[in-house]
């Protein structure tokens, strides 16, 4: 059976929210809507930890950041973790990433057969939190609200530049594909850094949300002392008290966060017209890593399990897939099975230790009753957070603060803890057994401190003397290119056109 080709779409920070079934009708995005309209949609899904790098590892890996130990922007993602990369690669797939996938550690390949581009963000330790330190803010790296402060308009960005890069890597690589060099099915992750912040769009883009009705959040702020916990230190760590954020400040920066996701449209567009200029057939995948708060309540970027940083978009277009809307929670982590399961790829050597499960079944008809589980452990937590979204309820847990029980049907907006409230006791009961069978979070919390502890020492002495840099070195084998005299003209020209002259 001839296996088909993959492309795999990532944006960073995308809010799920904004996408209940397929793009929002008010957005300016014609390619993802198109894109939705052939798709499952998956209208709840859910990231495995609001964080780049935590929720990525477990994207590629299908396993939750306490069994990849990927706490935070700054913990090694190890080599022997086999992800979806190395599962379509061992099945005789060519497996390329263009763009962003935030691997710390000496290993940037993690079983990509070829990068296209370097990260935008360091591969080494130097971002590791300290649960030592309860409250310590680093300013050289933390998110502070200057992102909000500053949103408007710029032609270009240190984001724009790498998206651009990233697009036209990517696109030139599908025209490549096209030409028929290598018979080998593949799979191409193309992974952008926008929608994130900081806020700043280019003008075109920007222009199509003057009127926007939307640039004001459904749920304003809320005074810093009747936060929960743990949205008080969100807060503490993007150093709110030094900034005065207007109405306008908010206005603005949804609206550049709205520009940037027709920004991406139009990379999703040149990538599919594309495929369709050069008759490739391949299934598509979109999904985020994680959202952004963009607002609400106050709280602004991601470290939230609020549905604005906790869900993400996930559509998939595929051969045999009828597209359709389905409402079941779903997890990233069920990503990689399910792209094996689409590639008709054995996973079972590592099956005992998956913590996500295929979505073919669920597409094709099956129930699933199974919580989604989502882990935090890294900057503005002192100790590990996990929840469950189980049917219409989400149940929070962290050894520091109250349990949560949000109702998300009657209170999509999480502004009602039911934690407390004696009507619902045995819903919190049953959710709270299932929470503590899956968790120990003593044992959790020692992990993440020891792994916390030794890159601190690590990353202290390796930036001692000659440093030696993690971070990808994409290479160009200029030699390789165009024309040389080691190759023949006539065949050179004739083998990279496509299609082919008569």
């Not at 005789?92 to 940037?108: E, R």
């Not at 709205?258 to 369709?276: C, P, R, T």
């Not at 989604?372 to 847990?397: D, F, T």
Request: glycine share 6%; net charge negative; proline share 6%.
């Amino acid at each position: 059976m001839k296996r088909q080709n993959i492309l795999i779409i990532m944006v960073d920070q995308l809010n799920g929210t904004f996408f209940p079934d397929g793009p929002a009708e008010w957005l300016h995005a014609p390619n993802l809507k198109a894109l939705a309209a052939r798709s499952v949609r998956f209208a709840n899904t859910y990231t495995a930890s609001p964080l780049c790098a935590p929720g990525r590892a477990s994207f590629m890996s299908g396993q939750l950041p306490s069994r990849t130990k990927v706490y935070d922007n700054a913990a090694e993602f190890t080599s022997a973790i086999p992800t979806y990369a190395h599962h379509l690669r061992r099945a005789g797939y060519w497996t390329c990433l263009s763009g962003k996938m935030h691997f710390v550690g000496p290993d940037q390949m993690h079983g990509f057969e070829e990068r296209l581009t370097t990260d935008i963000y360091p591969a080494d330790f130097g971002w590791t939190p300290d649960y030592r330190n309860p409250g310590e803010r680093i300013d050289w790296w933390y998110h502070n609200m200057g992102s909000v402060t500053g949103a408007g308009v710029a032609e270009i960005s240190n984001q724009m530049e790498y998206d651009d890069e990233v697009a036209y890597n990517a696109c030139a690589k599908l025209y490549d594909l096209a030409r028929g060099k290598d018979a080998r099915p593949w799979c191409l992750t193309v992974s952008f850094t926008h929608p994130h912040d900081p806020y700043v769009a280019r003008r075109k883009y920007w222009d199509l949300y003057e009127d926007c009705e939307h640039l004001l959040p459904d749920v304003g702020a809320i005074p810093y002392e009747q936060h929960d916990p743990h949205s008080q230190r969100i807060f503490d760590a993007n150093d709110w008290r030094s900034f005065d954020i207007t109405e306008e400040n908010i206005r603005r920066s949804r609206r550049a966060y709205f520009a940037n996701i027709s920004y991406l449209d139009d990379k999703v567009g040149e990538m599919m017209q594309i495929l369709e200029d050069t008759g490739q057939e391949a299934a598509v995948v979109f999904v985020s890593d994680h959202g952004d708060m963009l607002g609400e309540r106050g709280l602004w970027f991601k470290m939230s399990f609020f549905e604005g940083s906790s869900r993400v978009p996930l559509m998939i277009a595929a051969p045999g897939l009828e597209p359709q809307r389905i409402d079941t929670p779903v997890s990233t982590i069920d990503v990689a099975p399910t792209l094996c399961d689409l590639a008709n790829v054995s996973m079972q050597e590592v099956t005992p230790w998956l913590d996500g499960q295929s979505l073919l079944p669920l597409a094709n008809g099956h129930s699933r009753s199974a919580p989604v589980a989502m882990e935090y452990a890294a900057e503005a937590s002192y100790a590990p957070m996990v929840s469950l979204r189980s049917g219409k309820w989400k149940y929070n847990r962290c050894a520091l603060d109250p349990d949560q029980l949000f109702d998300l049907e009657a209170d999509p907006h999480e502004l009602t803890n039911l934690a407390d409230d004696p009507a619902h006791a045995d819903t919190l009961h049953s959710l709270r057994a299932e929470s503590e069978s899956r968790w120990d979070l003593a044992d959790f919390d020692t992990q993440v401190r020891q792994s916390q502890a030794c890159r601190h020492v690590v990353y202290e002495a390796l930036r001692n003397g000659e440093y030696y840099p993690w971070d990808y070195q994409p290479l160009q084998k200029a030699s390789e290119r165009y024309m040389r005299n080691h190759m023949d003209l006539n065949d050179l020209e004739e083998s990279q056109r496509f299609p082919r002259g008569d």
